[in-house]
């Protein structure tokens, strides 16, 4: 018994020194600031407290320089900021690797999702899905968003003068969803009537919140934490629910409903 445990004392020092050399020492040349085990530099980011990322990108950039490693827990990441790096970085996608590391996550999130299909799946997705997408169905649709923009406008402006909006990434989501639910769906998702959302809204921000966390933890950790979450179990439960009554209501219409 004494050397079992020696034994599993001694493989959990060599497992936590191996984790912390591979995901948590830096291994490159480019400016870093030092992180923490487990975390990177997720304590000195803010982003566990709210802080967004563009807010992020800008403060490290004035520590680090235009190019800089950012470490989020499992995840490195090298970020380019000056305009002429990036533009040399696009014109020379052959040379520059493309992280898949947000196809990974939607594997983990949404496993049916078009990002991570390929093949006869991806097919048939796709002939569903990318006729929303095109010029014709879009331009069709341009009263709609046209809309959908002046009830985000009227809110602001409906604010004092002296309001700072500190939210504007994610009312500006806000507005594509409510925009895709109409178009879509022909579903009035309500995103844009302030925090006080509906339903599916609450769901779908819930569901999509948990991104910034798998983007922090390996991929079997972020699947564990989906399907024991029960906040995230109830959110995947309302998202189906609302999306089977929608397709049945849809089903169910004639002809002539559409036609109005």
Known sequence: LTMFVVLTFVFVCLLVLYVKY?????????????GHFLFGNLLQTGLLH??????VYASFKNKLGDIYELKLGFLHGIIVSDIDDVQHIFS??????????????FNVLVPESLITLKG???????????????????????DLIINCTDELLNNWRSNSSDHIHCDILQQCQNLLLEIFGFIGFDYDV???????YNELAQALKTYVDTMGLGSYLPNFLFNAYLKLSPKCRRARTTIKRHLYQMMEQELNETPESRAQ
């Not at 020379?92 to 590391?101: E, K, M, P, T």
């Not at 997705?125 to 990318?130: D, E, F, Y």
């Open 22 to 34: 591979k995901y948590f020492t830096s291994h490159r040349s480019i400016p870093s600031l030092p």
């Open 50 to 55: 709210g802080a967004a990322l563009p807010q």
């Open 92 to 105: 020379h996608r052959l040379i520059y690797d493309q992280s898949n590391w947000v196809a990974e996550i």
């Open 120 to 142: 006869a799946k991806f097919k048939r997705h796709g002939s569903i899905t990318m006729p929303l997408f095109r010029h014709g169905k879009i331009r069709s649709n341009f």
């Open 190 to 196: 309500d995103t844009l009537s302030g925090t006080n």
